[in-house]
C-alpha cells in the first residue's frame, strides 16, 4: 500500500503502508470557525520512527489544512522519507467542500507526487508523477468509484451533525469512501469509549475514541500481505478531540497492531484555537 499522506502519511514507510487505515470522513457541516495546530510522533513498540505537524484552518467561506514530516530515529537510519501534503476548498452552507488535493513523499530511491481535482465529491481529474508503471494485478478503479468519495486530508476528520454532544457514541457510527489518487476504501467506524488525553503542550480534555475498519474496494494488488493484514485487522482504534469553535473532530492519537508491537502516532503539541465571527459590514 502506498503512502496517500493525508494526515501524516510522511512520517515514514511503516505508517504509510498503515495510512489507509487511518485517512477518515470529510465534507463534514463545520457550524463555525476554528485553528488547529499540532505536532504528532509516530513510535513503533515505544520507539520513535516519525514525527510531523498538521495544520487545519477553518474560515467562513474557505478552508485549508497541510502536514510534513519525516521518518526519525532508527527508523530514519534503514529508510529515511520526507512528505507533504495538502487540501484546500470552500465553505459552503457550513459544509468544507474540498477542491484540491496534493501529496508528495521523497526518499531516497525516489520523490512522487500526487495530485487530485475534486468537484462536488467526485473526482474529476487526477495524476501521478511520475507515472507509475502500469501492474497488470491491481485492480482497476472505475470512473463510478471515483464518485461519492473524499480526498485523504479532507477525510481526516470526523464530524459530530447537528446538535449532538461530540462525544456522543453516535458520532462514531459512520463510514465512507476515500480515493487517494491509486487506491480506492471504504473506512468504517463504530464506538468504543470515552477517555480523557492530554498533549504535553494545549489540548487536556475529553476524547471519543472509535474502532476503524479498512475496506479495499479497488486500486489495489489482492496478494499484497499488508492489504489482507489491514483488512483483517479488528483492534484499529482513533481517539478523536474537537477543533475549537467547530463541530469537527480531528485524530489526536491512533493504535494499529503490528507483529512488531504497537505502531502509535499520538500529538505531542496540540493547540487549537476559535476565530470570533465574522461582523457583517456597515455602512
Not at 511503516?14 to 463555525?32: E, K, M, Q, R, V
Not at 459530530?160 to 459512520?174: E, F, H, Q, W, Y
Not at 487517494?180 to 488525553?197: A, P
Amino acid at each position: 500500500m502506498t503512502t496517500p499522506i493525508a494526515f501524516l502519511a510522511p512520517l515514514g514507510r511503516l505508517l504509510g503502508l498503515c495510512a489507509g487505515a487511518f485517512l477518515l470522513f470529510g465534507a463534514h457541516n463545520a457550524s463555525a470557525q476554528g485553528r488547529l495546530d499540532a505536532q504528532y510522533e509516530a513510535t513503533l513498540a515505544g520507539i520513535p520512527v516519525g514525527k510531523g505537524a498538521w495544520a487545519i484552518e477553518i474560515g467562513d467561506d474557505t478552508f485549508s489544512a497541510s502536514a510534513q514530516g519525516g521518518t526519525a530515529g532508527l527508523l530514519k537510519a534503514f529508510s529515511g522519507g520526507t512528505g507533504t501534503g495538502a487540501s484546500q476548498g470552500r465553505v459552503v452552507n457550513g459544509v468544507l467542500v474540498a477542491t484540491a488535493y496534493t501529496a508528495t513523499t521523497t526518499t531516497s530511491k525516489k520523490s512522487e507526487t500526487i495530485r487530485m481535482v475534486l468537484a462536488n465529491g467526485a473526482i474529476k481529474d487526477f495524476a501521478i508523477e511520475p507515472e507509475p508503471p502500469v501492474d497488470a494485478d491491481r485492480i482497476p478503479v472505475t470512473e463510478a468509484q471515483k464518485k461519492g468519495v473524499f480526498d485523504p486530508m479532507t477525510g481526516s476528520m470526523l464530524r459530530a451533525p447537528g446538535n449532538a454532544d461530540l462525544m456522543s457514541p453516535d458520532v462514531c457510527r459512520t463510514g465512507a469512501g476515500v480515493f487517494d489518487g491509486r487506491m480506492r476504501y471504504d473506512l468504517r467506524l463504530d464506538f468504543k469509549r470515552v477517555e480523557t488525553v492530554k498533549a504535553e503542550h494545549g489540548y487536556h480534555g475529553p476524547a471519543l475514541v472509535c474502532a476503524i475498519y479498512f475496506v479495499p474496494v479497488a486500486g489495489y494488488i489482492p496478494d499484497r500481505p499488508v492489504i489482507k493484514y489491514l483488512a483483517a485487522q479488528r483492534n484499529i482504534e482513533i481517539a478523536f478531540v474537537p477543533i475549537a469553535g467547530t463541530r469537527i473532530l480531528v485524530p489526536f492519537r491512533m493504535m494499529i497492531p503490528t507483529p512488531l508491537g504497537p505502531a502509535m502516532l499520538e500529538a505531542t503539541s496540540f493547540v487549537t484555537t476559535a476565530a470570533p465571527p465574522r461582523v457583517a459590514k456597515t455602512q
